[in-house]
Each structure stands twice: as structure tokens, then as C-alpha cells.
């Protein structure tokens, strides 16, 4: 990358480390995916039960092949043959994981992390139950503050994410949210009625009670949506 613009970047990802740092977040930068994959490595003890929200960063980073490592106790949502029974307690036995890993769809350079569920239980998972949440973002999902994180989910994240997840919504035909018009927002929780509605509930995680519960990985490369 051109060394002007990853300085920017670079300013960017120092400010924000350190507004997660004041909101009592575990922060870390690594300038490559590989180096993120490895200190998601050192996070975890063999024989830790670990359950993961569905995060093509973490695949992109190869974390999710890591936590699926026989060594670890990994709650896996989508082994072959799993039933719909199976899932829902794969989802609640996420709960009492030792680790928790997952992306943000945004993470504000004030230091907050925004995600949006059609489910829930990746949100709940990161607000409550787990005695560690790892979060793992490329540079791509730092914003400046909530208005532009509720943007990016509508312009960037949902769409490509309900393609991805082959969700019939009018985002995933128009590559926009339906309550987005030229960067804006009708608001927060506007949007389509589709049953595959990946928007239902939402989530800013600020200042946390609990210091370094939740860690942040944040990688200098580009990662998922
Ligand atoms: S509310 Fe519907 S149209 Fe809007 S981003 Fe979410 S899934 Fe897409």
C-alpha cells in the first residue's frame, strides 16, 4: 500500500485502539491476517469450549479453521447433517463458551462496536455469556461514529451479507437498504418486512463493566463486509 495512505490508516487504527482501550476492550493491532491468526492462537487454552458468530473475516483470516482444531471444543453450527434441534443448542451452548470469536459490522473510532442480527444470538452471545468475546476486524470496518456504522450496514454489510447468505430482500436485489436514499437513513430499524431480514436487532457495545472481557483484533489488511 501506498505509505501516505497507510498513514492515514494507520492514525485511524491508533485512535481507535485507544478509545476501545478507555471503554475497557482489549485492543490489539496486527498488520497482517496471518499475524491475527496468530494471536487469536494465543487467546485460547486447549480443551476451551469455543463458539463463533458466522464471520467470513474469520474465515478470510483462517480463525475459523483454527477453532475447529480437535484440541478445542468447538460448537459448530454448520456440521453436516445438524438438525434444526441441534443448532438452537449449539446457539444456547454458546453461552456459557469459554471464547467467543466474531467481526463487528463497525467499530466507530470512538471506540464502539455496532453489529446488527436477524437471529440474536450473536448479539447476545457478545453482550452476555461468554467469559470471553474475541472480535476480529479488518481496517475497512472503522467508521467515524454510530450514524456512519448504521450506514454501513445498510449500504455494504447487509446487503452483501444477505447475498452471501441467499436472502430474499430488496438489498439483496438493489445493493441498498430499503430505508437508505443517498446516504441516509429513514431510520435505525427501517427497512423491509422480508422473512430473510438479516436487521432485527441492534447493538452498540460501549463502555464494558467487565474489563477485557471483550478483546479486538484490529487488522491492517481488508477483511469481510
Ligand atoms: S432491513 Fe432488509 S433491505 Fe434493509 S438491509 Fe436489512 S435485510 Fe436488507
Do not use: H
Request: proline letters at 1%; hydrophobic letters at 35%.
Amino acid at each position: 500500500m501506498d505509505s501516505c495512505k497507510q498513514s492515514v490508516i494507520d492514525k485511524k487504527i491508533e485512535k481507535t485502539i485507544a478509545n476501545l482501550k478507555a471503554n475497557n476492550m482489549e485492543a490489539y493491532f496486527c498488520r497482517t491476517k496471518e499475524d491475527a491468526a496468530l494471536l487469536a492462537e494465543s487467546l485460547i487454552n486447549s480443551g476451551d469450549t469455543i463458539a463463533s458468530g458466522g464471520s467470513v473475516s474469520l474465515v478470510e483470516t483462517g480463525i475459523m479453521d483454527l477453532i475447529k482444531k480437535k484440541k478445542y471444543n468447538y460448537l459448530d453450527r454448520a456440521k453436516e447433517g445438524i438438525t434444526p434441534e441441534e443448532i438452537e443448542q449449539v446457539y444456547r451452548g454458546a453461552f456459557s463458551a469459554d471464547v467467543y470469536f466474531t467481526s463487528a459490522n463497525a467499530i466507530t473510532e470512538n471506540g464502539e462496536l455496532y453489529n446488527v442480527d436477524g437471529n440474536g444470538n450473536r448479539v447476545a452471545a457478545i453482550v452476555y455469556g461468554p467469559k470471553s468475546v474475541v472480535v476480529v476486524c479488518g481496517y475497512n470496518k472503522i467508521v467515524r461514529n454510530i450514524k456512519e456504522a448504521e450506514m454501513r450496514v445498510k449500504e455494504i454489510a447487509a446487503p452483501a451479507n444477505t447475498v452471501r447468505l441467499n436472502k430474499d430482500t430488496y438489498c439483496a436485489k438493489c445493493g441498498v437498504c430499503l430505508s437508505a436514499k443517498d446516504g441516509e437513513s429513514t431510520g435505525l430499524a427501517d427497512g423491509c418486512k422480508s422473512e430473510g431480514r438479516i436487521c432485527c436487532s441492534y447493538l452498540i457495545s460501549g463502555y464494558q463493566r467487565q474489563k477485557n472481557r471483550i478483546k479486538v483484533i484490529l487488522v491492517g489488511e481488508e477483511l469481510g463486509f
